[in-house]
């Protein structure tokens, strides 16, 4: 690990080596440091480009992805524009906190937080396995740690400490366990479990992740449930005739999410100073599927990037059929919403109401 990805983080960046860099420091970093900052962990939902720099698959550093990001440019968000952790950096006032992996997260951009985020991950470590190289959960967190000792020599460890409790934590995380592992007809060891048993594995294991986490500092932590995995277009091209949900599948992701919110309730109660906030991001995504007019949606079970039924096969890739109109489209590609759908969840995380967001939205955990 640390010798894959040290170079990209501080042991890289010149130390200061004269009076000058350190008055610099002195002069220009608390004020930077008023800013909160934001960790994002999880999977292609949240991934802003970790995966463009390792030998992953799974990735989507070409066009048409990213053709409405403001810059035009395809950035290894699986989207065609922007994801929710940059609509919460929008609203917290910040420019995009930048892949951890980047060349660029070094120095000063590493106090507005970093992305940890891989796609193709899931909680299990072995989810994901057929994207080749990723950032399996643990090295999401080794980067984490590796992160807190390169801002603890830019800041001091009592600066870091501070940065650390009062930022922003996003998890997002537990789809890829289903679609591309419990799902998969070759998954043999997850297999093995029946699906309560799977499901309890799964939330065991992301308590203890959540856990850790808090040891680390984490503080302020938002958790998002499983979204509508028996809706998407990659589901119903593989067994859906005419469109509708796969019932089984939206099964799993219900059951999942109740165990999830219990889990979640507990941690509030257990773990003193924190809160872990309960994202329902499976209602709000069923509300857009169920009522695509009432938001100005077309189309709420066929990607708009994509190919064969329900343009739900494969990737999104240029030489797929695209739809004239984005922000009509729920799906961007078989598996992720377009970036309309993301600014309008990322609203309701920020300032939404307990159906949304439990027990408090983002605005006030900030606060
Ligand atoms: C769609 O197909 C499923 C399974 O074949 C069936 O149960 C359901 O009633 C159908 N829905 C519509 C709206 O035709
Ligand atoms: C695209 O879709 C949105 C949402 O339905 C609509 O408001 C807009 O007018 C459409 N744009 C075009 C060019 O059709
Ligand atoms: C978001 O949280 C704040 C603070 O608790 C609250 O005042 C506000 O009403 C919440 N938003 C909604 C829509 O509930």
């Not at 220009?28 to 999880?42: D, N, Q």
């Not at 403001?70 to 609203?91: E, W």
């Not at 906190?97 to 940890?116: H, M, S």
Request: net charge positive.
């Amino acid at each position: 690990m640390k010798g894959l990805f040290g170079n990209h983080l501080f042991g890289a960046y010149p130390a200061p080596t004269s009076i000058i860099l350190v008055v610099q420091f002195l002069v220009i970093l608390p004020a930077k440091c008023s800013a909160t900052a934001m960790f994002v962990f999880g999977d292609s939902l949240v991934d802003s480009g970790n995966n463009n720099f390792i030998g992953s698959i799974a990735k989507a550093n070409f066009l048409p992805n990213g053709v409405d990001y403001p810059t035009h440019a395809p950035t290894g968000r699986f989207c065609n524009g922007k994801i929710i952790p940059d609509f919460l950096s929008d609203y917290m006032g910040a420019s995009p906190i930048l892949p951890i992996l980047d060349p660029n997260a070094k120095g000063e951009n590493l106090l507005r937080g970093a992305n940890f985020a891989s796609a193709g991950v899931g909680i299990l470590d072995d989810t994901g396995a057929i994207f080749s190289r990723r950032l399996i959960m643990p090295q999401q967190f080794q980067l984490f740690q590796q992160y807190q000792r390169d801002v603890t020599l830019l800041i001091g460890e009592a600066g870091t400490k501070s940065l650390i409790s009062k930022a922003l934590f996003s998890f997002t995380v537990g789809g890829n366990d289903y679609i591309n592992n419990y799902l998969l007809p070759f998954s043999t060891r997850a297999k093995k479990f029946t699906p309560p048993r799977y499901r309890q594995l799964l939330i065991s294991t992301f308590r203890e992740q959540l856990k850790k986490a808090y040891t680390l500092g984490a503080r302020k932590v938002t958790v998002s449930n499983m979204g509508p995995i028996g809706c998407i277009p990659s589901q119903l091209a593989m067994s859906s005739q005419n469109g509708t949900c796969i019932p089984a599948v939206e099964q799993y992701a219900t059951d999942f999410n109740s165990d999830l919110r219990v889990m979640l309730q507990e941690l509030n109660r257990k773990l003193p100073g924190a809160t872990f906030s309960y994202v329902n991001g499976y209602d709000m995504i069923m509300d857009y599927i169920k009522n695509p007019a009432l938001y100005g949606f077309e189309s709420s079970n066929k990607a708009c990037c994509g190919q064969g039924a329900f343009n739900g096969l494969f990737v999104c890739t240029a030489v797929s059929s695209l739809c004239p109109n984005r922000s009509s489209y729920i799906f961007w590609d078989p598996f992720h919403p377009t970036d309309t759908v993301n600014t309008l969840i990322a609203k309701r995380i920020f300032t939404g109401p307990p159906s949304d967001i439990s027990p408090v939205n983002v605005s006030k955990l900030l606060s």
